[in-house]
C-alpha cells in the first residue's frame, strides 16, 4: 500500500498563492506519474494537473497558466504552485500516484486522503 500525504493548504484571499505539496515513497514520487485533482461541494471531481515519468505535464483549461506542477527527486516530493487563485479554485485536492501515466484520468491506484484549499473574495 502507498501513502500519499498533501500539505499546504489553507485559506487565501483572492488573487493569492499556496503550494501544496505530495510526499510519499521515493520510488513512486521520483519515478511514478503524479497527479493533482480536485472536488468543490456538490460539484465531481476534475483533474487539475499531471506529470509524467518524464516530467511532461498537462493542465486543466481553467488553471493553465496559473498551476505549476512539479517534482524535487531528492525530497521525494511533488508540488503544485498555485497562483492567482480564485473562489472557483476553492475545492478539496486530492494527490494520486500511478505507473501508468493517466494523465487528468482519474485511474490512478493510489490517493492520497486530501486537503483543503479556500479562496474568499
Known amino acids: 500500500q502507498v501513502t500519499l500525504v498533501e500539505s499546504g493548504g489553507g485559506s487565501v484571499q483572492s488573487g493569492g498563492s499556496l503550494r501544496l505539496s505530495c510526499s510519499g515513497p521515493?520510488?513512486?514520487?521520483?519515478?511514478?506519474?503524479i497527479a493533482w485533482f480536485r472536488q468543490a461541494p456538490g460539484k465531481e471531481r476534475e483533474g487539475v494537473a499531471a506529470?509524467?515519468?518524464?516530467?511532461?505535464?498537462v493542465y486543466a483549461d481553467s488553471v493553465k497558466g496559473r498551476f505549476t506542477l512539479s517534482r524535487d527527486p531528492d525530497k521525494d516530493t511533488a508540488y503544485l504552485l498555485m497562483n492567482n487563485l480564485t473562489p472557483e479554485d476553492t475545492a478539496m485536492y486530492f494527490c494520486?500516484?500511478?505507473?501508468?501515466?493517466?494523465?487528468?484520468?482519474?485511474?490512478?491506484?493510489?490517493w492520497g486522503q486530501g486537503i483543503q484549499v479556500t479562496v474568499s473574495s
Open positions: 506529470i509524467d515519468s518524464d516530467d511532461d505535464t
Open positions: 494520486a500516484a500511478d505507473y501508468v501515466p493517466w494523465r487528468l484520468q482519474e485511474r490512478y491506484r493510489h
Open positions: 521515493g520510488e513512486v514520487l521520483d519515478k511514478y506519474s
